[in-house]
């Protein structure tokens, strides 16, 4: 189970379909997709990966194995731009 958090350098923006993230550090914005910003909240409220996916599988008629993949790939991006520090 992996569990992120934001930094508190990171700023959000959350619109109901686009978002951005403004990493205070590095002064780069990055532009999130209406599936990024469902991810990005859920992660906000301290939800695992694990707990992610399967409240997006109840919400959206997905293929839970593309879902799996989809999550953990934009939490492996946060963490890759270091927007998000990993809590165990």
Do not use: H
């Not at 780069?28 to 992660?43: F, G, M, Q, R, S």
């Not at 695992?48 to 593309?66: G, L, P």
Request: net charge negative; charged share 40%; hydrophobic share 40%.
């Amino acid at each position: 189970m992996l569990r992120v958090l934001p930094k508190k350098t990171v700023k959000e923006q959350i619109e109901e379909e686009i978002g951005y993230l403004f990493d205070e550090e590095t002064g780069y914005v990055y532009e999130l997709n209406e599936t990024a910003c469902k991810i990005w909240i859920l992660a906000k409220d301290g939800l695992t990966d694990e707990e992610i996916i399967k409240r997006m599988f109840q919400e959206y008629a997905v293929d839970k194995a593309i879902l799996e993949r989809d999550v953990k790939d934009f939490l492996e991006k946060l963490m890759k731009y270091r927007l998000v520090e990993v809590i165990r």
